[in-house]
């Protein structure tokens, strides 16, 4: 497990540089910039290159980008050139509402998919294993910013049940600890549930899976001949070597934490990575894209680490395989 801990570590560094890399290429080679973003009628084109030179969009690509490494190396992440703020601090006013967003999504990925999955694998073909088979490939495959624009139009506007956009209401900070923590989680249930219902839709399917197979495994047949219940071997015996593929899919799901999901952040107005992140491409600010890039990067890696030490914690047997 440590062999396995230092190698992915070592590789950090590496893939990180190479992913911001090669945005930094692509941002930077494709045409306009920040100053062509700016829409200012009072802009002539002297001014123009005047805010070129002012950020360095004048030089070559390469140093352009030695520049731009050598800040990162020294902890320089660089000043946005929209806000005009480190974007240190941007992200760090961003990152903890995508990361209460994202946790929320993955935690009812996990407890939905993994009570339908349950569910369908105690009656096989029954009729919840077909209803939920059907219902679970349609959510999966429903594009984001439709489920997010219907689940606005149903239940904030026509409803009325939730705030169709923002993380708090007006006048939140005048609020009382209790009265402003409810505001947030009555902000919170529609975009966790659209960033979370089509993971859970995965997460059911390959638990299921999973599940139907285990059945027919000797230990689980040992179980039943001890005279044990359908419930307990189920619970008791059949879940947890079943719950390694969820194990890997919330590990490759910790992304989510960190850049959240652009179209759902976008269509709720919710102030964290991903409308960051949005906002930053639109106006070519590219110190906020490049930290993005890389925080991202370093997610998934994480993230993928995160995922083969839970396989190997929940199955022993992985372990031989993890050296």
Do not use: N
Not at 207 to 225: C, G, P, Q, T, V
């Amino acid at each position: 497990m440590r062999r396995l801990v230092a190698r992915r570590l070592l590789l950090l560094a590496p893939m990180v540089w190479l992913v911001a890399t090669l945005t930094f290429a692509v941002v930077v080679a494709a045409p306009g910039s920040y100053a062509d973003a700016v829409d200012h009628p009072g802009l002539d084109a002297a001014q123009r290159e005047a805010l070129r030179a002012r950020y360095g969009l004048d030089q070559p690509l390469h140093r352009q980008y030695l520049s731009w490494l050598g800040a990162v190396l020294r902890g320089d992440l660089g000043v946005s050139f929209v806000t005009k703020e480190p974007v240190t601090r941007l992200l760090g006013r961003a990152l903890p509402p995508t990361l209460l967003l994202g946790g929320a999504a993955l935690l009812l990925d996990f407890l939905l998919g993994v009570a339908v999955a349950v569910a369908a694998a105690r009656r096989p073909h029954g009729w919840f294993d077909r209803v939920s088979t059907v219902v679970g490939l349609g959510v999966a495959g429903l594009p984001s910013f439709w489920v997010a624009g219907l689940a606005v139009l149903v239940f904030a506007l026509l409803l009325g049940w939730f705030p169709a956009s923002h993380m708090l209401s007006a006048g939140a900070d005048r609020m009382s600890g209790g009265a402003r923590l409810a505001d947030l989680l009555h902000h919170l249930v529609l975009p966790a549930a659209c960033l979370g219902l089509a993971g859970a839709a995965g997460t059911a399917r390959y638990l299921r899976a999973a599940l139907l197979d285990i059945r027919s495994e000797r230990f689980i047949l040992a179980a039943r001949a001890r005279g044990l219940s359908e419930r307990r071997v189920l619970w008791v015996h059949t879940l947890r070597p079943a719950l390694l593929p969820a194990i890997t899919l919330l590990g490759l799901s910790l992304p989510v934490l960190v850049s959240g999901s652009v179209v759902i952040e976008t269509v709720f107005s919710w102030p964290g990575v991903g409308l960051a992140l949005l906002r930053a491409a639109q106006a070519r600010d590219l110190p906020v894209i490049m930290a993005i890039t890389m925080l991202g990067a370093v997610a998934v890696l994480v993230g993928s680490l995160i995922a083969d030490l839970g396989y190997a914690a929940a199955d022993p047997r992985a372990r031989e395989d993890l050296r």
